[in-house]
């Protein structure tokens, strides 16, 4: 393999993005190889030929070095190639074909996860076919980049895959992750007759150890809430949003992102939780109505976190996520706070704070939306929404 360049390739209209593609040149042959990552021509340096990472707080920080990361690791998968050809002899297309089987879909287990993938993707289940992707981009980091086949997927390999898990830092809880996605989809190729079950993760570890759970105080909510961050626009909004979950009973995140403006009417707010699909009304309080006020929206949703109705409003989603909760750890460290602050803080810290005020399991199991136990399914039948308003009135009494 002569060599291999990354190339930018402009929208046909300028402020859109361009594709990124690999050309591919052997014994004055070239090929080029489109790959899936997206970025803006004031993203790209032609010169350095690599992706342009922009300050941390960026909209599209995440989004980029993700990118650049995924970039590095398919450069070294042509390295692989380029050392398993050696001297023999092959084509550009060999080279290219060897390339897209290593790394996006071909024969063997990767293949099938991607089909996996968007098999969830067409059924709506974004969050699935997201872990699955994780899974999938992680077991093709542990292969180098190389298929296999579900023949060859013993146990040993798959035991070998997750001590590489561990070698990499990963928590036991995290590398079970891994291990419960891979399992499921491959107990989907049993089922589908594609393969034997050979039962190959019957040695690794694909359980949930406890951890504790960490809520911070009252007092601590005080604090964030007095922070002066008007010099510093994006703390304050990752801060308000944080406060937003506190003030809605620990809504989620994803929740927030993707309520609407027709949801909050006559001082309530009532929505569907994405996570259960359960049905919650609640007080729109006066220190909700004031949040919503202060940053407004352009959009259908009642908060900017997403930003743009163009189909893209789950990938819009994600990077507020993860850009709001890398900000809160700094919001966190100048409101003297010792636990790292992220979007789920709040909504632990609203059922633990309820319980330190000796208000009932049931009233704040039915204030979270819980319904996965049946004790507590048992108990949100007899509460009545007026119930949890009062209890979280008293909460917000204390603010």
């Given at each position: 393999?002569?060599?291999?360049?990354?190339?930018?390739?402009?929208?046909?209209?300028?402020?859109?993005?361009?594709?990124?593609?690999?050309?591919?040149?052997?014994?004055?042959?070239?090929?080029?190889?489109?790959?899936?990552?997206?970025?803006?021509?004031?993203?790209?340096?032609?010169?350095?030929?690599?992706?342009?990472?922009?300050?941390?707080?960026?909209?599209?920080?995440?989004?980029?070095?993700?990118?650049?990361?995924?970039?590095?690791?398919?450069?070294?998968?042509?390295?692989?190639?380029?050392?398993?050809?050696?001297?023999?002899?092959?084509?550009?297309?060999?080279?290219?074909?060897?390339?897209?089987?290593?790394?996006?879909?071909?024969?063997?287990?990767?293949?099938?996860?991607?089909?996996?993938?968007?098999?969830?993707?067409?059924?709506?289940?974004?969050?699935?076919?997201?872990?699955?992707?994780?899974?999938?981009?992680?077991?093709?980091?542990?292969?180098?980049?190389?298929?296999?086949?579900?023949?060859?997927?013993?146990?040993?390999?798959?035991?070998?895959?997750?001590?590489?898990?561990?070698?990499?830092?990963?928590?036991?809880?995290?590398?079970?992750?891994?291990?419960?996605?891979?399992?499921?989809?491959?107990?989907?190729?049993?089922?589908?007759?594609?393969?034997?079950?050979?039962?190959?993760?019957?040695?690794?570890?694909?359980?949930?150890?406890?951890?504790?759970?960490?809520?911070?105080?009252?007092?601590?909510?005080?604090?964030?809430?007095?922070?002066?961050?008007?010099?510093?626009?994006?703390?304050?909004?990752?801060?308000?949003?944080?406060?937003?979950?506190?003030?809605?009973?620990?809504?989620?995140?994803?929740?927030?992102?993707?309520?609407?403006k027709k949801d909050m009417t006559n001082g309530y707010i009532t929505?569907?939780?994405?996570?259960?699909?359960?049905?919650?009304?609640?007080?729109?309080?006066?220190?909700?109505?004031?949040?919503?006020?202060?940053?407004?929206?352009?959009?259908?949703?009642?908060?900017?976190?997403?930003?743009?109705?163009?189909?893209?409003?789950?990938?819009?989603?994600?990077?507020?996520?993860?850009?709001?909760?890398?900000l809160l750890k700094k919001v966190g460290e100048?409101?003297?706070?010792?636990?790292?602050?992220?979007?789920?803080?709040?909504?632990?810290?609203?059922?633990?704070?309820?319980?330190?005020?000796?208000?009932?399991?049931?009233?704040?199991?039915?204030?979270?939306?819980?319904?996965?136990?049946?004790?507590?399914?048992?108990?949100?039948?007899?509460?009545?929404?007026?119930?949890?308003?009062?209890?979280?009135?008293?909460?917000?009494?204390?603010?």
């Amino acid at each position: 393999m002569d060599s291999i360049r990354l190339k930018f390739k402009a929208p046909a209209v300028r402020s859109r993005e361009g594709v990124l593609v690999y050309q591919i040149i052997h014994d004055r042959a070239v090929r080029s190889i489109a790959t899936s990552h997206r970025i803006f021509e004031k993203e790209w340096d032609d010169r350095e030929q690599t992706v342009i990472i922009p300050d941390m707080i960026h909209l599209r920080y995440e989004r980029l070095n993700s990118i650049r990361s995924d970039i590095a690791w398919e450069m070294k998968c042509f390295d692989v190639l380029a050392q398993r050809f050696g001297e023999k002899s092959h084509t550009v297309d060999d080279i290219a074909d060897a390339f897209l089987l290593a790394t996006a879909g071909g024969k063997g287990v990767f293949e099938y996860l991607r089909d996996r993938i968007l098999h969830l993707r067409h059924l709506g289940r974004y969050r699935c076919s997201e872990t699955m992707e994780s899974t999938l981009r992680s077991f093709m980091r542990f292969r180098g980049g190389l298929d296999i086949t579900f023949r060859r997927l013993t146990k040993d390999v798959v035991e070998q895959y997750e001590a590489y898990l561990k070698s990499r830092g990963l928590t036991r809880n995290t590398s079970s992750f891994y291990m419960r996605n891979f399992r499921a989809a491959y107990n989907s190729a049993v089922d589908e007759d594609l393969t034997v079950d050979n039962h190959p993760f019957r040695n690794v570890y694909t359980g949930v150890d406890r951890t504790s759970k960490r809520a911070i105080a009252i007092s601590d909510i005080r604090r964030l809430k007095a922070l002066d961050l008007r010099r510093h626009p994006s703390l304050e909004f990752a801060r308000d949003m944080l406060l937003f979950s506190f003030y809605t009973r620990g809504m989620s995140f994803v929740d927030m992102a993707y309520l609407r403006k027709k949801d909050m009417t006559n001082g309530y707010i009532t929505y569907r939780r994405k996570k259960t699909g359960r049905r919650l009304t609640m007080e729109s309080t006066g220190e909700v109505q004031a949040i919503v006020a202060k940053y407004g929206s352009r959009t259908q949703y009642l908060l900017p976190i997403i930003t743009s109705e163009d189909g893209n409003e789950r990938r819009q989603y994600k990077s507020q996520l993860m850009r709001v909760n890398r900000l809160l750890k700094k919001v966190g460290e100048m409101a003297g706070l010792t636990i790292p602050l992220s979007t789920y803080v709040m909504r632990h810290a609203w059922a633990t704070i309820a319980r330190d005020k000796g208000i009932e399991l049931s009233v704040i199991s039915a204030g979270l939306g819980h319904d996965n136990e049946a004790t507590t399914r048992i108990y949100l039948d007899s509460i009545r929404a007026v119930k949890v308003d009062r209890a979280h009135r008293a909460i917000l009494d204390d603010l």
